[in-house]
């Protein structure tokens, strides 16, 4: 088996720190970026709650709108209904009274 001297295991400690430095150099800037990137997503994130609240409120606004609409709706319905009901009943009486009219008219 050979020994390694004291100078080879010099130079291969000195190569060791050398990478070890380089492999930090290139953590600190792959971190650096990371956080930006993250950063990035943090925003977007929040950009799009943003976007999320503004929906949601004009969504609840709209509903409110409709409500408000399909309830006029449904008393239009029932007046409709109410007003045909009564159209019918003024329609017999109205027939009835030219009946009767008639029979008063006649010379019998």
Known sequence: MNRKSDKEQNIIILAIKRIEKSLRAEFKKTEKNL?????KV????ENLEEGQKRIE???????STLDGFVGTVD??????????NQI????KTTKNHEARITKLESPN
């Open 42 to 45: 943090e925003e977007r994130v």
């Open 35 to 39: 956080r930006g990137e993250i950063l």
């Open 57 to 63: 409120a004009t969504v609840n606004k709209t509903a």
């Open 75 to 84: 008393d239009l319905r029932v007046d409709n209904t109410v007003g045909t």
């Open 88 to 91: 019918h009943e003024l329609d």
